[in-house]
Nanobody
Framework: VQLQASGGGLVQAGGSLELSCVASSRIFSSAVMGWFRQAPGKEREFVGNIRWGHGRVYYADSVKGRFTISRVGAENAMYLQMNNLKPEDTAVYYC???????????????WGQGTQVTVSS
């Protein structure tokens, strides 16, 4: 499965962006799709995930209440709606696929190429 992330850009603090992640083939219901981010000089950080079959989501505390993950199964697509963005949200955002519930980068087996999100103060 190849993943293609898009939708990044430059936004002012308090603004919104929506990222997309499209898979090249069907995502099975047992899979978990996740979003991560990596700021310069920092480790890759878990943002949230969605269990593909029933759509249950799980978020990192740092984004809870501001970010929303959703999916459109028929399109093999996942979205990350980011509201009330802060400068500390600036990072390259990646989507990834795991075979079961996971939050650690090492547990994800497929990765998109990343899309840059920059939040200005």
């Amino acid at each position: 499965v190849q993943l293609q992330a898009s939708g990044g850009g430059l936004v002012q603090a308090g603004g919104s962006l929506e990222l997309s992640c499209v898979a090249s083939s069907r995502i099975f219901s047992s899979a978990v799709m996740g979003w991560f981010r990596q700021a310069p000089g920092k480790e890759r950080e878990f943002v949230g995930n969605i269990r593909w079959g029933h759509g249950r989501v799980y978020y990192a505390d740092s984004v809870k209440g501001r970010f929303t993950i959703s999916r459109v199964g028929a399109e093999n697509a996942m979205y990350l709606q980011m509201n009330n963005l802060k400068p500390e949200d600036t990072a390259v955002y990646y989507c990834a696929r795991a075979l079961a519930f996971a939050t650690a980068p090492s547990e994800f087996i497929n990765w998109g190429q990343g899309t840059q999100v920059t939040v200005s103060s």
